[in-house]
């Protein structure tokens, strides 16, 4: 007998529709004039009050808030923070800037970071964009690792603070939000991987050197 005939190929299906959660467009600071004593040659110190829950081991009377000695000399803790700003060449408030983020490897302290505010790591040469520099309190970045006075782990309390860091510089300068960037080396790389990953509705795309990850 003939074998039958070959059947038509079935319609291929529509493609899912994907969400993509970056932020994008201009940010609320576009227009605004910079600070007086902001910068293009030099990182410029700046202080944050963070909001939000904190493990209880990160405040006052802490295993981990005590460990790092704090309140540090100028008030630091993990409330209370510096970061730093240095701003392109010829800053145009009009013009949407990429932001890049960057931090230092382990061995300073906050009060050394408000000496010298550039979070041991300048992570645009060129200075063609916004640099944030991310200070640690004591010696490293809070990993948010085992608390070995109750051997529990905890979550680290430096995805509110980068979150509000970047909140506030969008705030303050002009910022094209679909481009934030965080780059770090050994400390500042976990901060990076970790911070990152936690705010990648904020942050597209990261350069960490010599970190790991908890």
Known sequence: TDAGTTGTAGATGTAGAGTDIRAR????GCTKPPAANDSSSNFVLKTIHLTGTFAPTYLAGGTIYKS????RAGGY???FRPYSVRL???YDPTKAYTVTLGGGGCGGSAEGFASGPNGGYQPDNNNTGIQVGLAYLAGCFADGGRDF?????HDTPEVPYVRQVIAEVENDYCVDKSLVFESGTSSGGWETYTTGCAAGDLIRAIGPVYGGLR
Do not use: E
């Open 25 to 28: 467009g201009m940010s609320a």
């Open 68 to 71: 790092n000695q704090l309140p």
């Open 77 to 79: 803790d993990f409330q």
């Open 88 to 90: 392109p060449k010829n």
């Open 149 to 153: 006075a109750t051997a529990m782990l």
